[in-house]
Structure formats: C-alpha cells, structure tokens
Antibody
Framework: QVQLVQSGAEVKKPGASVKVSCKAS????????IYWVRQAPGQRLEWMGW????????KYSQKFQGRVTITRDTSASTAYMELSGLRSEDTAVYYC????????????WGQGTMVTVSS | DIKMTQSPSSLSASVGDRVTITCRAS??????LNWYQQKPGKAPKLLIY???TLQSGVPSRFSGSGSGTDFTLTISSLLPEDFATYSC?????????FGGGTKVEIK
C-alpha cells in the first residue's frame, strides 16, 4: 500500500542538527512532491518546506531559511529533512507528507518523528 | 503570508449532532482549501480537498463548501469516531498555512 515511513525519535542538544528520513513505498516516488510539516506541543501545523521528488527543486519557509535542508535519494525513494542550530522551540513532531496534484493537498502522511531538544 | 482563522477553536457535541466548522483566509484563495482530521498522537488525515471534494474513502457525512475567503466543513451526523481536531489548510500560495484547529469533544 501507499505509505511514508519516517525514522525514529531523536533527542538532541541545543545547537545540534537532526536529519529525519521519510521512505516512500507503493507509488512512483518521483511523480509527487514531498512536504515537511511540524507540530509543536499544543500548536498548529507548520509548513517547513517542499521538494519536487522528480527534479529535486526545493522551497523553504522563510522562518526556517538557512537552517533547513530538504533532499531526496531517488534510488532509495527517500526524502530527508535536516534542521540545524536546534533550539528548545524546535521540540516538535515532524511529519513528511505527499503532495497530491494538482493542488498538492497532503494525501499521505508519515507517522511522525518526535524531535526533542534539551540540554 | 496568508493567515487562516478557524472558528470555533473547540466545541462540544453529541453523537448524531450536525457540526459546522468555519475557516477564513486573510485573502482570496479561490478554492485551494483542504480539511484534515487529526486524532491524538496520530498524523493528520485528508478529508476534503479543493474546498468541496471528498477524499477517497472518507464517509459522505463529511462535506465542504466555500470559495474565496470563507469556507465550512460540515459533519452531518456525528459518530463516536469523529471526535478529533479538524484543521484547514490553504494550498493557494507558499508558504502553505494551516488554521489553528477546532477540537470536537463529546458533550
């Protein structure tokens, strides 16, 4: 079945980086975009960035510009989100989601990866 | 950035009730509006896309309407599994933005 499976929970110290993976299966990876969204405790969903899995084009939220990098490995059908300069406010669940054309509604979601930033 | 405002932020309802949730965009987004359901500890689930199109597999008691800046999600007859948080999202322009969510609780 169509699914996105993310890597496991992470605990990081302030200033460190984290890299979360998102492995796609059940569909042609390069035909869809992958979005990254996070949700801090009790907060609304927040879009971080997007990658066109076909050509590798990316776009990032200005809020995370300079700190976030989204990449993909087409041979592994996997997208990655790396966030650097972690601070306590980055403690959140991070989700990847598939963009469903033509409007790119998020029709398939990963299970989420909890990232905790604590000294 | 386009701001998405949902109301109410929470509501209490009984099984069988008709429930309506509204979402307002700070500028016109045509019909680039999607609705999600989220249960505690789970990823969101797409219910409605393009303002009024039911996602495959979603029960017909869910419906969406609106265009421009004002949108609604309606649950025609609430079932126990519908108690959750509902969020709207605009996909009209980057950055993609979400509403603050509406928590539907059992009365």
């Amino acid at each position: 079945q169509v699914q996105l499976v993310q890597s496991g929970a992470e605990v990081k110290k302030p200033g460190a980086s984290v890299k979360v993976s998102c492995k796609a299966s059940g569909y042609t990876f390069t035909n869809y975009a992958i979005y990254w969204v996070r949700q801090a405790p009790g907060q609304r969903l927040e879009w971080m960035g997007w990658i066109n899995a076909g050509n590798g084009d990316t776009k990032y939220s200005q809020k995370f510009q300079g700190r976030v990098t989204i990449t993909r490995d087409t041979s592994a059908s996997t997208a990655y989100m790396e966030l650097s300069g972690l601070r306590s406010e980055d403690t959140a669940v991070y989700y990847c989601a598939r963009g469903f054309p033509p409007d790119d509604a998020f029709d398939i979601w990963g299970q989420g990866t909890m990232v905790t930033v604590s000294s | 950035d386009i701001k998405m405002t949902q109301s109410p932020s929470s509501l209490s309802a009984s099984v069988g009730d008709r429930v309506t949730i509204t979402c307002r965009a700070s500028q016109s987004i045509n019909n680039y509006l999607n609705w999600y359901q989220q249960k505690p500890g789970k990823a969101p689930k797409l219910l409605i896309y393009a303002a009024s199109t039911l996602q495959s597999g979603v029960p017909s008691r869910f419906s969406g309407s609106g265009s421009g800046t004002d949108f609604t999600l309606t649950i025609s007859s609430l079932l126990p599994e519908d108690f959750a948080t509902y969020s709207c999202q605009q996909s009209y322009s980057f950055p993609v933005t979400f509403g603050g969510g509406t928590k539907v609780e059992i009365k």
